[in-house]
């Protein structure tokens, strides 16, 4: 008995622990991207959790994005500004992010077909595994951490994505403060680290932790090491009854990381845990904002006529395996059914959360256009023929399987969460992707919006001339 007690305890110390590898900060974080060039078009992506069907379907929407008629190869893709991802999201985001409308080029086969648990220890019957589950974790980042940075981004880091001009946002989850995680500037700025020089495979692989699965990705607060100052939201958030829950929740661990009696390593799980949507950082964006027109430059502010906002939504929509009998779920299906339900309720209210403040931020940012003197457009602008302030249209939708024939979405329900998927699987959760995205009737009153008005010229004539180039889909 007690060599059996002494060969559990020994497992138990196996776990994988990551050791933090984020770097101190020497000044501060810059912007994660360049400012784009103002253009008529905004189109801003959410691409949720949900393993390598998570991936797959997100890859599914870009593909018909590009078919959009715009007079340009890549088609909407070009106009795509901002992209978050969660979990399984996070890996085409960052993706997209890192290498813009390009990164599409065999991305099927250089990572969606692949197997992305090729180095992962899997086999829920090995005793060292149940030993290093319960100690924390079972994979490290060594596993698909890696196979991410070997397979698609090859050592790229934070400072890297500011070459496409796409604002990109990574999603995790502190597990201490119960908040999302989001690997931003501002975050960065409060652990006094630098965010240029983290990895985007760390961050995905952060993102990507799902409890048990993985052991959490570590970062450590290096408070001291930097001139840090508390931005103007956080002070008000902490004072303001107004602000919101989830807004005081993160104002609060922003303080917790300034703080070494409270924080010295930040343990990072599966972002879809308190966000599966990937939209807090939309939340944060509008909190902190000096500007009626943030997110956005004041340059795209002005020239704006259209914006569409999807969320791509690729988790389960229903499990009636256990409901066909008075037994179950019971272990691990329980545990699954728990944490799906808490993840599905809390993205349902996180979207909706998001819809009310982009419909404020709409209204906010037609009042400061209309406030705009004329000297002012036609600086920002470039010209003031044919200036509206009036003419901006807001869409946003969730891109899901609720749209879908009844048949492909009872498929769909039926891909694992898991990252590795049989290609025949791949290749029908990219088809469920373009098709629940042509389904969406924001993404196609969007579409009507831009044949009905005047917005960029090359858009317009590909528009009129039939809106897609819808390619099968086999």
Same mark, same amino acid.
């Given at each position: 008995?007690?060599?059996?007690?002494?060969? %559990?305890?020994?497992?138990?110390?196996?776990?994988?622990?990551?050791?933090?590898?984020?770097?101190?900060?020497?000044?501060?974080?810059?912007?994660?991207?360049?400012?784009?060039?103002?253009?008529?078009?905004?189109?801003?992506?959410?691409?949720?959790?949900?393993?390598?069907?998570?991936?797959?379907?997100?890859?599914?929407?870009?593909?018909?994005? !590009?078919?959009?008629?715009?007079?340009?190869?890549?088609?909407?893709?070009?106009?795509?500004?901002?992209?978050?991802?969660?979990?399984?999201?996070?890996? &085409?985001?960052?993706?997209?992010?890192?290498?813009?409308? !390009?990164?599409?080029?065999?991305?099927?086969?250089?990572?969606?077909?692949?197997? #992305?648990?090729?180095? &992962?220890?899997?086999?829920?019957?090995?005793?060292?595994?149940?030993?290093?589950?319960?100690?924390?974790?079972?994979?490290?980042?060594?596993?698909?951490?890696?196979?991410?940075?070997?397979?698609?981004?090859?050592?790229?880091?934070?400072?890297? %994505? $500011?070459?496409?001009?796409?604002?990109?946002?990574?999603?995790?989850?502190?597990?201490?403060?119960?908040?999302?995680?989001?690997?931003?500037?501002?975050?960065?700025?409060?652990?006094?680290?630098?965010?240029?020089?983290?990895?985007?495979?760390?961050?995905?692989?952060?993102?990507?932790?799902?409890?048990?699965?993985?052991?959490?990705? +570590?970062?450590?607060?290096?408070?001291?090491?930097?001139?840090? $100052?508390?931005?103007?939201?956080?002070?008000?958030?902490?004072?303001?009854?107004?602000?919101?829950?989830? &807004?005081?929740?993160?104002?609060?661990?922003?303080?917790?990381?300034?703080?070494?009696?409270? /924080?010295?390593?930040?343990?990072?799980?599966?972002?879809?845990?308190?966000?599966?949507?990937?939209?807090?950082?939309?939340?944060?964006?509008?909190?902190?904002?000096?500007?009626?027109?943030?997110?956005?430059?004041?340059?795209?502010?002005?020239?704006?006529?259209?914006?569409?906002?999807?969320?791509?939504?690729?988790?389960?929509?229903?499990?009636?395996?256990?409901?066909?009998?008075? !037994?179950?779920?019971?272990?691990?299906?329980?545990?699954?059914?728990?944490?799906?339900?808490?993840?599905?309720?809390?993205?349902?209210?996180?979207?909706?959360?998001?819809?009310?403040?982009?419909?404020?931020?709409?209204?906010?940012?037609?009042?400061?256009?209309?406030?705009?003197?004329?000297?002012?457009?036609?600086?920002?602008?470039?010209?003031?023929? #044919?200036?509206?302030?009036?003419?901006?249209?807001?869409?946003?939708?969730?891109?899901?399987?609720?749209?879908?024939?009844?048949?492909?979405?009872?498929?769909?329900?039926? +891909?694992?969460?898991?990252?590795?998927? $049989?290609?025949?699987? +791949?290749?029908?959760?990219?088809?469920? #992707?373009?098709?629940?995205?042509?389904?969406?009737?924001?993404?196609?009153?969007?579409?009507?919006?831009?044949?009905?008005?005047? /917005?960029?010229?090359?858009?317009?004539?590909?528009?009129?001339?039939? #809106?897609?180039?819808?390619?099968?889909?086999?």
């Amino acid at each position: 008995m007690r060599r059996a007690l002494l060969s %559990l305890l020994i497992l138990l110390g196996c776990a994988p622990w990551n050791q933090p590898q984020n770097q101190p900060l020497q000044g501060e974080n810059a912007p994660l991207t360049d400012a784009a060039p103002g253009d008529d078009l905004y189109i801003g992506l959410a691409f949720s959790g949900g393993g390598m069907r998570a991936t797959a379907f997100a890859y599914g929407m870009l593909q018909e994005l !590009q078919t959009v008629q715009t007079g340009t190869p890549n088609g909407l893709l070009d106009n795509v500004r901002l992209v978050s991802g969660v979990s399984g999201g996070s890996v &085409m985001a960052a993706q997209l992010g890192l290498r813009g409308p !390009q990164g599409m080029q065999g991305f099927r086969e250089a990572f969606l077909t692949t197997d #992305g648990e090729a180095r &992962m220890t899997t086999s829920a019957l090995n005793p060292l595994t149940i030993a290093k589950g319960i100690a924390g974790g079972v994979n490290g980042r060594d596993t698909f951490g890696r196979t991410l940075d070997e397979t698609l981004f090859k050592g790229a880091t934070f400072a890297d %994505l $500011r070459r496409t001009g796409i604002k990109t946002w990574i999603n995790a989850t502190d597990m201490a403060n119960n908040t999302p995680f989001l690997f931003s500037p501002e975050t960065f700025d409060a652990l006094c680290s630098d965010l240029s020089k983290v990895k985007l495979s760390e961050a995905v692989a952060a993102s990507a932790a799902y409890p048990l699965v993985f052991t959490p990705i +570590v970062l450590q607060a290096h408070q001291g090491k930097c001139s840090y $100052r508390e931005p103007d939201w956080l002070t008000a958030a902490r004072y303001n009854p107004e602000a919101t829950a989830a &807004m005081r929740a993160h104002a609060r661990a922003l303080e917790s990381y300034t703080n070494p009696d409270e /924080v010295k390593f930040v343990k990072l799980l599966d972002g879809g845990i308190t966000d599966n949507f990937g939209t807090t950082g939309l939340a944060v964006e509008r909190a902190r904002a000096q500007v009626p027109y943030a997110p956005l430059t004041a340059e795209e502010a002005v020239k704006l006529k259209r914006m569409l906002f999807l969320v791509a939504n690729a988790g389960v929509s229903r499990d009636y395996d256990w409901t066909r009998k008075v !037994q179950g779920p019971g272990g691990v299906n329980l545990a699954m059914s728990i944490a799906t339900s808490a993840m599905a309720a809390a993205s349902r209210s996180g979207y909706d959360s998001m819809r009310g403040e982009l419909r404020l931020w709409e209204s906010e940012l037609i009042d400061w256009r209309c406030s705009l003197p004329l000297s002012d457009v036609r600086q920002l602008r470039g010209t003031t023929q #044919g200036w509206d302030c009036k003419d901006v249209k807001l869409f946003v939708g969730e891109v899901s399987s609720s749209a879908l024939p009844t048949d492909l979405r009872d498929q769909l329900d039926a +891909v694992p969460t898991r990252l590795k998927l $049989r290609p025949e699987q +791949v290749d029908m959760v990219i088809k469920a #992707g373009r098709l629940a995205t042509r389904a969406t009737p924001e993404f196609n009153g969007f579409l009507a919006s831009l044949k009905a008005n005047p /917005v960029d010229a090359r858009i317009q004539s590909g528009i009129a001339a039939g #809106g897609r180039r819808v390619t099968p889909l086999n």
